[in-house]
């Protein structure tokens, strides 16, 4: 079973940072936290992924709260490209991810 | 790097037949593994390989189903006497291991739909 919660769908204008929550609350201290997206009729494709510490790359941003209950992807300028479903995942040792149902990020122009 | 490459990428059966996919991972990843989606779902575990070696099934990956990694490289996922309920998206993953911290490449996916 997935170990996250994730809002349902969120909203974003077009060029805005989009923050996409994540609750945590069992997350043990060996377990990542991982985002994948998933745009329409393709595979999921990683975004990121951290431990304990703050995370950037060329996509996004990962903020992981100081007790690792909760985190947050951020999406510094969002495109209409950028409209998928986000998945948070929590894993650690287990050889697989599980995912939840993820959130439906809408861009809008 | 050309990545994970599924085939075919939509199928259409009818009810009793036997279909099978095909999974050709990044080269060099030792890791593979099989998802199923069904609409408005997330991505559900199936089974992995290590290399050649199947290393978990899930309960999900009922007796009709059978999945083959022969040489280490390409995976084969058969589905035997198909049914309606077979319908949704067969995703594909490889990754070069499986430690922790280890991130999965996705193929685009095979569509199966059972008339």
């Known amino acids: 079973d997935a170990k996250t919660t994730q809002p349902t769908s969120m909203d974003c204008a077009e060029g805005r940072a989009a923050n996409l929550p994540c609750n945590h609350s069992t997350i043990s201290g060996n377990e990542y936290v991982y985002w994948y997206r998933q745009i329409h009729s393709q595979g999921p494709q990683y975004i990121i992924h951290g431990l304990k510490n703050n995370e950037t790359n060329e996509m996004a941003s990962l903020i992981i709260t100081e007790d690792r209950k909760s985190s947050t992807l951020i999406l510094p300028h969002a495109t209409l490209r950028d409209t998928a479903v986000y998945y948070c995942?929590?894993?650690?040792?287990?050889?697989?991810?599980?995912f939840g149902k993820g959130t439906k990020l809408t861009v809008n122009p | 790097d050309t990545g994970v490459s599924q085939d075919p990428r939509h199928k259409i059966t009818k009810r009793g037949q036997n279909v099978t996919f095909r999974c050709d991972p990044i080269?060099?990843?030792?890791?593979l593994y099989w998802y199923r989606q069904t609409l408005g779902q997330g991505p559900e575990f199936l089974t992995y390989?290590?290399?050649?070696?199947?290393?978990?099934k899930s309960r999900l990956l009922s007796d009709r189903f059978s999945a083959e990694r022969p040489k280490g490289s390409f995976s084969t996922l058969e589905i035997q006497r198909t049914e309606q309920g077979d319908s949704a998206m067969y995703l594909c993953?490889?990754?070069?291991?499986?430690?922790?911290?280890?991130?999965?490449?996705f193929g685009s996916g095979t569509q199966l739909s059972v008339l």
């Open positions: 390989f290590q290399n050649e070696a199947q290393l978990e």
């Open positions: 080269s060099e990843h030792n890791r």
């Open positions: 995942i929590v894993e650690g040792g287990s050889e697989k991810l599980v």
């Open positions: 993953a490889s990754s070069l291991s499986r430690v922790s911290g280890e991130k999965l490449f």
